[in-house]
């Protein structure tokens, strides 16, 4: 069966750090992995993308993401955190092999302190 | 470019009854997805059309049915509403069914009583 793990319901960081979300995940073939963010009243965004090729994938806000199949991750990374990175991160695989179906994880917290 | 659009954005409803939710999808999009999110939750995949047909499913009855229109707006029917139902309904609509990110609507916040 198809899954997605976001082991930490909440990461704390402080403003200018790096950040580190994980995700791993278990899917039949080769997956398509997705990182979306949600911000309070607002709806879900499109962050990036693995699809294929270079491990390492650049996004929107400064955000990339590490491929990892040995381990079947897709961490989200920035630098440098800003305040305004607080909001709840999403991650999302598709296997070529599905009837589809986009995966989530239950979602992570991100909070960063000034 | 207009973005994806839902409707209502909120409704109450009565156990029992049935309701129809409404979706335009992102101009040039084919794709159009549906979404159950609790709160708290990761949005769970109800199902997905691609040009007016559904090529995919998730965990939920008959009793969710769809169907895609010629300019490839949506709609989510629900029957026999339950408690349970009670949730953020969102749209999302790509270019592709598979390799390509989705773009979101704000969604629909549905009530049973």
């Known amino acids: 069966a198809q899954s997605v793990a976001q082991p930490e319901d909440q990461v704390n960081v402080a403003e200018g750090n790096p950040l580190t979300v994980k995700c791993t995940y278990s899917v039949s073939g080769n997956p398509y992995l997705f990182w979306y963010v949600q911000y309070p009243n607002r709806g879900l965004q499109f962050l990036l993308k693995y699809i294929t090729g270079d491990n390492l994938v650049k996004g929107s806000y400064g955000f990339e993401a590490e491929f990892n199949k040995s381990q079947t991750s897709f961490h989200l990374k920035k630098p440098s955190a800003l305040v305004s990175d607080s909001a709840l991160y999403f991650c999302a695989v598709r296997g070529m092999d599905s009837n589809y179906q986009l995966i989530w994880g239950a979602g992570t917290k991100l909070i960063i302190k000034p | 470019e207009t973005g994806v659009t839902q409707s209502p954005t909120h409704l109450i409803k009565t156990r029992g009854q049935q309701v129809t939710l409404r979706c335009s999808s992102q101009?040039?999009?084919?794709?159009v997805s549906w979404y159950q999110q609790a709160l708290g939750q990761g949005p769970q995949f109800i199902f997905q059309?691609?040009?007016?047909?559904?090529?995919g499913r998730g965990n939920f009855p008959p009793r969710f049915s769809g169907l895609q229109f010629p300019n490839y707006s949506s709609e989510l029917n629900v029957n026999a509403l339950e408690l349970d139902d009670s949730a953020l309904y969102l749209c999302a609509s790509s270019l592709s069914r598979r390799r390509d990110e989705q773009y979101f609507g704000p969604g629909t916040r549905l009530t049973v009583t």
């Open positions: 059309y691609y040009r007016e047909e559904e090529n």
């Open positions: 101009s040039g999009h084919n794709t």
